[in-house]
């Protein structure tokens, strides 16, 4: 009957009794299924932890660079690990590394959570963050005015009538009365 359709006849369970057979183009079965697996892969997100490493005494230059790097790796939807490096006398001070754990998190607070809370790990002190998908990423300024810059103020020009006088008053390098 398969044949004459043009089909193939298939088993679909073999255990059962009596086994379970369906008449269908098996050909044509494989390929869909292989779409079906080739999309659920497209749709499937693959995420990455990404790791920053900070130092209790780190700068607020370092920090504020190293932050804004956490900061891309979680908009585009990486888990970070933040991790505070203790050498020495510093192992004595797990609360500065606390803060900058606290404070890096609080940075981030826009686009993730904490997933893991700070922990003393040996000599590191690590955190975990994750994307966040309820909250966006905050807009960057647009604005198309460039932003003013500081005034400095400059001495005031002297009366043109003593820099001629204080000229005249400076030994001068030439001194032709000599022999």
């Known amino acids: 009957m398969a044949q004459e359709l043009g089909l193939d006849l298939v088993e679909v369970a073999d255990k059962a009794n009596p086994p379970v057979c369906r008449i269908m183009d098996y050909g044509k079965y494989k390929y869909e299924a292989a779409q ?3 999309e659920s892969r497209k749709k499937s ?3 990455q932890v990404k790791e920053m490493k900070y130092r209790p005494k780190i700068g607020i230059g370092d920090f504020n660079t190293k932050t804004k790097k956490v900061h891309s790796f979680l908009a585009e939807g990486n888990k970070v690990k933040v991790t505070i ?3 020495g006398r510093e192992m004595q001070h797990p609360q500065l590394g606390r803060e900058i754990l606290d404070n890096v998190a609080v ?3 826009d686009v993730g959570k904490v997933e893991l809370y700070p922990k003393l790990d040996g000599r590191n002190m690590v955190m975990v963050l994750a994307p966040d998908r309820n909250k ?4 960057k300024p647009t604005t198309t005015e460039p932003e ?3 005034t400095t103020i400059e001495p005031e020009p002297k009366d043109e009538a003593e820099a ?3 000229a005249s008053s400076a030994p001068s390098s030439d001194d032709s009365s000599g022999d």
């Open 36 to 38: 079906r697996a080739k």
């Open 45 to 47: 997100t693959n995420v």
């Open 85 to 87: 490096m203790f050498r």
């Open 107 to 109: 940075e981030c607070d």
């Open 136 to 139: 966006r990423p905050r807009p």
């Open 148 to 150: 003013p810059k500081p």
């Open 164 to 166: 001629p006088a204080e």
